[in-house]
């Protein structure tokens, strides 16, 4: 357990930690939302500071990032516990804490990261599997490290983090991937235990500070999927963010406490796309739905085909620009 980052005294033995949107008030030995944040005698302290579930290398797509290093590997952490309790969860085996409190996963160091993450040529390094908000202080250094040796860095998260969280990492993330689960405050409440206006500030804050930002929508036949819900989040996206900001919307399949609802359909998702592209979003991309199915990048200016994506082929343009008519097609290409 060590000292965690981002947090103030309330008084003599209460600490409001100021990591995410929560901003829990502890008591001493009491546990954040998170499940791995601690108040001990009036300081707060992580248990997952040096500590890691999850180690890959990672298609950068997978992420996914579309307009970020296509092609690319990324080197791919993940820590345990979440501040979500997302009851569609793809990987509660590590972002729920058992009741048991014994948390599993492998000590480590940032140093022993970046060095592994060197050694295996990787162009990025993307934490990434459960919510890397509350593991800041593992980022913060690697991320630091990573820096010097210009190693890009990404987070996937569900972007309810909160604005000290954003300012204390400005400079060392070039990317992330923020999920927009919903765009109703009662999604958010009864599925995830979360908000939604956080997210949406978070969304904003993110697209002004200029990390390269792609958005992802887990469409849930029947919960978030009504025509109207889909179109306000596309056109939250269009008028905070901008049409040129991708969009994934990536298929439900049953997982962890939602294991009798049916698998959203490639009809159901198509539905969503065409609201999307309705609402002139640039590039609405299709998840989840098999091979070959959605991934494209089409130029909008003149529909030519710019980027392919399957999982046999990845093909883009490193020049950024659509080889038919010179669009710049947006991201970072090499
Ligand atoms: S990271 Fe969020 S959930 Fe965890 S203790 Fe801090 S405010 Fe609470």
């Known amino acids: 357990m060590l000292d965690a980052l981002l947090w103030l005294n309330i008084d003599d033995t209460t600490v409001e930690c100021l990591v995410c949107g929560h901003h829990c008030r502890l008591k001493n030995g009491m546990k954040g939302r998170c499940g791995v944040r601690v108040n001990k005698e009036g300081k707060l302290f992580s248990v997952v500071t040096d500590l890691v579930s999850s180690i890959q290398m990672d298609p950068i797509e997978k992420k996914p990032l579309y307009h970020f290093l296509p092609g690319t590997r990324t080197f791919s952490i993940g820590s345990v516990g979440c501040n979500f309790r997302c009851k569609f969860c793809q990987n509660d085996h590590i972002s729920v804490i058992p009741k048991s409190g014994i948390i599993n996963g492998k000590r480590t160091s940032a140093r022993s990261l970046i ?66 689960k919903s765009f109703r405050e009662d999604f958010y409440r009864e599925y995830c235990g979360g908000h939604l206006r956080p997210v949406l500030d978070s969304l904003k804050r993110i697209r002004k500070m200029g990390w390269w930002l792609e958005v992802t929508t887990l469409v849930i036949h029947g919960l978030n999927d009504s025509p109207e819900e889909i179109r306000d989040c596309a056109r939250f996206i269009r008028d905070e963010l901008g049409a040129d900001v991708p969009w994934h919307l990536s298929a439900f399949h049953p997982a962890y406490l939602m294991q009798d609802r049916a698998d959203t359909s490639l009809e159901q998702l198509q539905a969503a796309w065409s609201i999307g592209k309705e609402e002139g979003l640039e590039y609405v991309y299709l998840g989840n739905v098999g091979a070959a199915v959605g991934g494209n990048t089409y130029c909008p200016q003149c529909s030519n085909l710019v980027a392919e994506r399957s999982p046999w082929k990845i093909s883009f343009p490193a020049s950024g620009k659509c080889p038919k008519c010179g669009h710049d097609i947006p991201g970072v290409w090499h």
Do not use: C
């Not at 509350?134 to 972007?159: C, M, Q, R, T, Y």
């Open 115 to 180: 060095d592994l993450a060197i050694q295996y040529k990787s162009k990025s390094i993307a934490f990434t599997y459960n919510e890397p908000t509350i593991f800041i202080e593992l980022i913060n250094d690697a991320s630091e490290l990573a820096f010097a040796h210009k190693i890009p860095v990404i987070l996937v998260s569900n972007g309810f983090m909160s604005t000290d969280f954003l300012d204390m990492l400005a400079n060392r993330v070039q990317a992330v991937n923020i999920d927009l």
